[in-house]
């Protein structure tokens, strides 16, 4: 598995694209072969787990050469990099209670899900569904950062969710998508050993983006000159 996930992260271009149908096959075919290999493994291990797909969508050995060079370039283009991911998204599969084979999507959604568990993140939904509490339970408290946060990175992305949310009235699918988004890009954060800081006071926002301090200044002394209010001393 090593090499296949060697092959993604480096997005070795001309291999992805004889992968993919896209490009001649080389004359020196070892690292090719020992891609394919490995993608037959990955497949193998479906069947298994799967098994109407081998006298349903997989019955053609054509239609699964094509499904191999679809799933290594869904790979390539959502991330899915490292043995880690995939041990997480085959214990799903372990877990599905379908007979029926995965799309690429799903597969990478279980991928995705196994990485936010491990960095103590809920998923999409559950995030969505933290913004909308945050949203009827904000006014009782004084400011953002005094809202009971069970996870320092809780605080950031349900800020953010929030004032884009308002900034750019998002629909519940369009929110559910960022938070997606965000969710994949603070736990690559977390599994990397970042630290997360701790809730703070933030500089006013403007169109869901917070301002830089030169900026939210001046955002201040014109809301002070428009409404007559005199700044008082620091």
């Not at 298994?48 to 390539?76: C, G, H, R, Y």
């Not at 998204?89 to 379908?98: D, E, P, V, Y």
């Not at 995965?102 to 913004?131: H, N, T, Y």
Request: overall charge positive.
């Amino acid at each position: 598995m090593r090499d296949l996930i060697s092959a993604i992260q480096h997005r070795d271009g001309s291999a992805l694209a004889r992968i993919a149908g896209d490009g001649p096959l080389p004359d020196e075919r070892g690292v090719h072969e020992d891609v394919e290999r490995l993608v037959d493994m990955l497949f193998a291990n479906l069947k298994q787990l799967f098994p109407a797909s081998v006298s349903t969508a997989l019955k053609d050995p054509k239609n699964e050469d094509l499904a191999k060079k679809q799933w290594i370039a869904a790979f390539a283009e959502n991330g899915i990099t490292n043995r880690e991911q995939l041990a997480a998204g085959m214990k799903h599969a372990r877990a599905s209670l379908s007979p029926f084979w995965p799309s690429p999507g799903q597969f990478i959604d279980w991928c995705r899900e196994g990485e936010l568990q491990k960095s103590g993140l809920p998923d999409a939904d559950g995030l969505v569904a933290m913004v909308h509490t945050y949203c009827a339970r904000r006014g009782y408290y004084d400011a953002p950062e005094a809202y009971p946060w069970e996870h320092p990175a809780h605080y950031w992305l349900i800020t953010s969710l929030y004032s884009g949310m308002r900034a750019n009235t998002w629909t519940e699918a369009e929110l559910r998508k960022r938070a997606a988004a965000e969710l994949a890009l603070m736990a690559a954060r977390i599994n990397r050993g970042e630290e997360i800081p701790a809730p703070r006071a933030m500089l006013p926002q403007l169109g869901g983006k917070p301002l830089g301090q030169k900026e939210g200044l001046a955002k201040i002394a014109e809301i002070r000159k428009k409404f007559g209010i005199r700044g008082g001393r620091a």
